[in-house]
Nanobody
Framework: QVQLVESGGGLVQAGGSLRLSCAASGRTDSIYRMGWYRQAPGNERELVATITSGGSTSYADSVKGRFTISRDTAKNTVYLQMNSLKPEDTAIYYC?????????WGQGTQVTVSS
């Protein structure tokens, strides 16, 4: 089992920045990939960014050049630095952790970008 706790969401004006954190606990040695998804009202959940245990990253086209995913392996924590935020980035952001045969989800953190 892996437990995930997100933090760092909030309200920000367009053009501003936020940094989300996701602290993992439990069987963290079994995690091969962590990532962030988001879901806006009325929309499907979409993948935002991922980072593998080897440090490889990937991003949705909509956030490339604005968001950066990173990790602190000593703290079992993954971050999502979000710059140049747009109103369309408004969503609940969920942290995920992939292990063999399963994916764990955090409870989500709200990000609201005002125009």
């Amino acid at each position: 089992q892996v437990q995930l706790v997100e933090s760092g969401g909030g309200l920000v004006q367009a053009g501003g920045s936020l940094r989300l954190s996701c602290a993992a606990s439990g069987r963290t040695d079994s995690i091969y990939r962590m990532g962030w998804y988001r879901q806006a009202p009325g929309n499907e959940r979409e993948l935002v960014a991922t980072i593998t245990s080897g440090g490889s990253t990937s991003y949705a086209d909509s956030v490339k050049g604005r968001f950066t995913i990173s990790r602190d392996t000593a703290k079992n924590t993954v971050y999502l630095q979000m710059n140049s935020l747009k109103p369309e980035d408004t969503a609940i952001y969920y942290c995920t952790a992939g292990v063999a045969g399963a994916m764990y989800w955090g409870q989500g953190t709200q990000v609201t970008v005002s125009s």
